[in-house]
């Protein structure tokens, strides 16, 4: 039996590192003639080629996946700790180790998803793992571009500090929160959504409105409503109402459009069979039409959930107290402290994607019947 | 040893049947499509009385759905009369008249099969103690005990057919209309299901109008057959059987049986054009 299983990263990563070997020091010499970190470098060049070497062997998924993960990891930990104070000096080395290690990362997770397990805790781990390494990976390769290039701070800071600047600024951003998010997209997101189901139903009763409206509402829909932000601020004043407002109207057309198609989504055989029984507009309403529609209304709830944000955020450029996502973005930004601005940005990328994924967790168990989510 | 079989007779006559639970005059439909108007029901003149079962037969196109649905006030007659138990087809419908069973199951995906065969019965306002029960009684009818909390995508092709029987079992109209209920089961399957009807229908005096593409079937089940052919669609011959209400399996090889099941192909043979 064959005792290797080469795999194409472990080899390249290894080659990776004997090319470093040859393209000479890992960073320039600073004033003093002195060569920053290349002590590391030997402990660096070990740790990739050792994980990558082990991992060529015929070992079991799991402990190939643990010294991939753990040799990568730290030579990068190391590569960025070198840089770190010294910006800017990073030499082809520095690159090439660092590509070396991304890729045993990739075989990591490579090797990670072949994993099949029936137990369900531990394939909810491996689920949540993989993607995990994915996005820590994307910050590792910006960290090491942006301290080994040295770009400026004002282009790209590295994600280091932007992590610095949040947990710094806390309570500001806890306050900016409050006021953008538990305010001003809360509040119109359930009030668009609302109008915009109710309306839908109405137009669904009364057919002039529907001929009326929809063309209206796909229109609409495709209009830059952030537009309106500034009128809306000068309807309802420079706090959270106006940016609710823009909100609600942001919402209201895409779950109309969406309310109006889903209700004519249920079959043709589904309402003869209401018909037999007689059955009244409500109740086929109830019964038939809105559970059959609930797939085009979570639809409209997952995507106003990001439009929400985004027209509270912008909304808040045109005037607002001081405070909120939108405003400390747009001063922040003129007084150059982009770590802030990167800092809501982060902010408001973690608070969108938890309201999705709510939005989406509930979808889920309202529609477990839908093919798309029974897999079927 | 000689065995008689005797001719089968025609009976078409209205004034002969009494109780009529389906009166159908001079009754036509044309639908207006695109490509012109379509004539699937021409002149049906029919009547179907209390307790009879009656099987309609005939080539793809026929209107035989046509007419189920024309007497269930689904799709409206351009032309003639058509009354339910004396009544206008459509008060006849919100008087909640008849069980429709349709080609497909058409069950609701979000309710589970308890569920389904509860929807007409809460629609029409039946207490849940007095549901429960009819639940457990239509389920049984049809040998689905035990899958009350099933989905149906979780159940077979058959099991769904049989359940939305019991769905139009449980609010026990008295007329049962169903359009091909059997026609995407096995051969075996369906024997059994056809059995299970009989003895249904043996037991509870309803009337049954049946849509069917096969001989056997018809004739096994039905005290008479409708047979019709299409453009225009129309009735071209009802064969009244000489069987007796109780009919086991294996009746089907009696000479009695093949004497109508030729009747019947000889029928649709005569209303078959092959000009086209
Ligand atoms: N809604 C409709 N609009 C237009 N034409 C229709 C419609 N429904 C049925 N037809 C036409 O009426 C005729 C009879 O149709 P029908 O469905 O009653 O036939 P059928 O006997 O049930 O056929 P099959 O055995 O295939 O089910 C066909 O020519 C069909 O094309
Ligand atoms: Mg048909």
Known sequence: ??????????????????????????????????????????????????????????????????????????????????????????????????????????????VLSSIRTGSKQASMALR?????????????????ATRGAGIPFILL??????????????????????????KAVLFGYLIGCGAGFLVAILADRVPFMRRGLLPIGNMVSALPIIGVAPIMVMWFGFDWQSKAAVVIIMTFFPMLVNTVTGLAA????????????????????????LPAAAPFIFNALKINSTLALIGAIVAEFFGTPVVGMGFRISTEVGRMNIDMVWAEIAVAALAGSLFYGVVALIERAATFWHPSVRGG | MSIVIPEPKQVA??????????????????????????????????????????????????????????????EKPTSGNILVNGMSAEKAREARAYGYVFQAAALF?????????????????????????????????????????????????????RASIARALAFDADLLLMDEPFGALDEIVRD?????????????????????????????????????????????????????????????????????????????????????
């Open chain 1, 1 to 110: 039996m064959n005792r290797f299983k080469p795999s194409w990263q472990a080899v390249l990563a290894f080659l990776l590192c004997l090319a470093s070997v040859a393209s000479g020091s890992i960073a320039a010499a600073d004033a003093a003639g002195v060569y920053p970190y290349e002590g590391t470098r030997g402990l660096i060049l070990a740790l990739i080629a050792g994980a990558a070497l082990v991992s060529m062997f015929r070992i079991s998924a799991i402990l190939e996946a643990l010294v991939l993960f753990i040799g990568a990891h730290l030579a990068a930990w190391l590569l960025i700790r070198g840089i770190a104070g010294v910006e800017g000096t990073a030499k082809a080395p520095f690159y090439l180790l660092i590509a070396a290690a991304w890729l045993l990362a990739w075989r990591c997770v490579a």
């Open chain 1, 128 to 144: 949540l793992i993989v993607p995990t390494i994915f996005g820590a990976w994307i910050l590792i390769i910006w960290e090491a």
């Open chain 1, 157 to 182: 800071p590295p994600p280091s500090s932007i992590g610095v600047r949040i947990v710094n600024s806390l309570p500001i951003l806890a306050a900016d929160v409050n006021q953008t998010i538990f």
């Open chain 1, 266 to 289: 249920s079959g043709h055989m589904e309402r003869d069979l209401m018909r037999t029984y007689a059955s009244d507009y409500w109740q086929t309403l109830f019964k038939l039409r």
């Open chain 2, 13 to 74: 006559a209205m004034s002969e049947i009494k109780n009529p639970v389906i009166e159908a005059s001079k009754l036509g439909l044309t639908f207006q499509t695109n490509d012109g108007p379509v004539q699937a029901l021409a002149n049906v003149d029919l009547t179907i009385g209390k307790g009879e079962f009656v099987s309609f037969i005939g080539p793809s196109g026929c209107g035989k759905t046509t007419l189920l649905r024309v007497i269930a006030d689904l």
């Open chain 2, 109 to 161: 995906p979000w309710r589970t099969i308890a569920g389904n065969v509860a929807l007409p019965l809460e629609i029409m306002g039946i207490s849940k103690a007095e549901q429960a029960e009819r639940i457990k009684r239509t389920l049984d009818l049809v040998n689905l005990s035990g899958f009350e909390k099933k989905y149906p995508w979780q159940l077979s092709g058959g099991m769904q057919q």
């Open chain 2, 192 to 276: 059994h299901l056809n059995e299970q009807l009989l003895e249904l229908w043996g037991r509870t005096e309803k009337t049954i109008c049946f849509v069917t593409h096969s001989i056997p079937e018809a004739v096994y089940l039905s005290t008479r057959i409708v047979v019709m052919s299409p453009r225009p669609g129309r009735v071209t011959d009802i064969i009244e059987s000489t069987l007796p209400r109780e009919r086991p399996l294996d009746i089907r090889e009696t000479p009695e049986f093949l004497a109508i099941a030729a009747r019947v192909r000889d029928g649709l043979r005569a209303g078959h054009s092959y000009e086209d």
